[in-house]
């Protein structure tokens, strides 16, 4: 056992949370003893010996989890189905919810919101006021600091899939990511694909309009995209 949940509670949308306890160090910072965060039940907060950790004034409750190397902090809320794991951070007053995903070595910070389906994973930041959502991906080392950073066109290649376009150049759709160009070049190979082609370069020159920027390819390898 990692920790225990301890007789201070508060009550959130009908739920009550329990304020938890360290049984034994954790991940360097947290000793046996320390306090933290809110959890509703011991699924919220893996409770083998690995590094995640709930602190502060945080919540984590519904069938949310929390687990790996992730760390949820400040008020931050990891609610209903969402996980954050990896060496994933959510921190300040950000919000995880629904199906979501928070992954990788991926920060949500601020007062930013994560919800529906989205997957925020890599490297990348979502912060600020920021709203990813629906099935949007960010990921690579994509920065999202505000709803008008990126864009989300569904369905589109022969998958039917979500594209998501960030304004900082970064383009995701199922397992690619890499830039605009690398999207435009992959989605080009093969006998075919003339249709999904002018799909993704109609999508691409949407972003630029909407964004009013040319972008640089962003540094990343591309897989292909279909």
């Not at 490297?123 to 991906?137: D, I, L, M, P, T």
Request: hydrophobic share 35%; net charge negative; glycine share 12%.
């Amino acid at each position: 056992m990692k920790y225990k949940l301890t007789d201070e509670t508060i009550e959130v949308y009908g739920r009550t949370l329990h304020r938890i306890q360290a049984l034994v160090d954790v991940n360097g910072n947290v000793k046996a003893g320390d306090l933290g965060g809110f959890v509703e039940t011991e699924e919220n907060l893996s409770q083998v010996s690995d590094e995640a950790w709930v602190s502060d004034e945080a919540w984590v409750y519904g069938k949310a989890r929390v687990y790996g190397e992730a760390q949820v902090s400040g008020e931050a809320q990891v609610s209903d189905e969402a996980r954050v794991s990896g060496k994933a951070w959510v921190s300040g007053k950000a919000q995880v919810s629904g199906k979501a995903q928070v992954y990788g070595e991926a920060q949500v910070s601020g007062e930013a919101q994560v919800s529906g389906k989205a997957w925020v994973s890599g490297k990348a930041q979502v912060s600020g006021k920021a709203q990813v959502y629906g099935e949007a991906q960010v990921s690579g080392e994509a920065q999202v600091k505000s709803p008008h950073d990126y864009i989300c066109i569904f369905p589109i290649g022969s998958r039917h899939a979500c594209l998501t376009l960030t304004r900082d150049g970064w383009a995701f759709t199922g397992c690619f990511k890499g830039s605009w160009d690398d999207l435009l070049a992959q989605s080009a190979k093969g006998e075919g694909r003339e249709k999904w082609t002018s799909q993704y370069t109609a999508a691409v020159e949407a972003a630029k309009v909407i964004f009013g920027i040319t972008a640089e390819p962003a540094e990343g390898t591309p897989e292909q995209a279909e």
